[in-house]
């Protein structure tokens, strides 16, 4: 797991584990980026499945409930089986287009 920071954005990157173990790394270490946005870069994985993307559910939750963003970024999952609930991108540059759009939706109150 790579950990990098961009201003008020941690970029989280996968490279060799599950997405389960994931999952729990980031679980263990939320408390050091729980108040910045949060991207999960998946692209070197192999193909992901619903079930992988599921796992994110709960800190995405979590996250977003506290008025942070939290996107995933794959291009090997179909976007029609990810759940409403998550957000997930193919590209880096749309997470940081979404960021930047939930940024103004919170500055505007909604």
Same mark, same amino acid.
């Given at each position: 797991?790579?950990?990098? =920071? %961009?201003? @008020?954005?941690?970029?989280?990157? =996968?490279?060799?584990?599950? &997405?389960?173990?994931?999952?729990? !790394?980031? =679980?263990?270490?939320?408390?050091? *980026?729980? %108040?910045? @946005?949060?991207? &999960?870069?998946?692209?070197?994985?192999?193909?992901?499945?619903?079930?992988?993307?599921?796992? *994110?559910? =709960?800190?995405?939750?979590? /996250?977003?409930?506290? !008025? /942070?963003? *939290? &996107?995933?970024?794959?291009? !090997?999952?179909?976007?029609?089986? &990810?759940?409403?609930?998550?957000?997930?991108?193919?590209?880096?540059?749309?997470?940081?287009?979404?960021?930047?759009?939930?940024?103004?939706?919170?500055?505007?109150? *909604?």
């Amino acid at each position: 797991m790579i950990l990098d =920071q %961009n201003g @008020n954005t941690s970029i989280i990157t =996968q490279e060799k584990a599950t &997405v389960i173990e994931l999952v729990k !790394k980031l =679980q263990a270490i939320y408390p050091k *980026f729980k %108040n910045d @946005n949060i991207i &999960v870069t998946l692209t070197s994985l192999e193909a992901l499945t619903k079930a992988d993307i599921v796992e *994110f559910l =709960q800190i995405s939750k979590t /996250h977003r409930a506290a !008025k /942070h963003s *939290f &996107v995933v970024v794959s291009d !090997k999952i179909d976007l029609d089986l &990810v759940p409403d609930d998550i957000i997930v991108v193919p590209t880096i540059q749309e997470a940081y287009d979404i960021i930047e759009m939930e940024d103004m939706e919170r500055d505007l109150g *909604f």
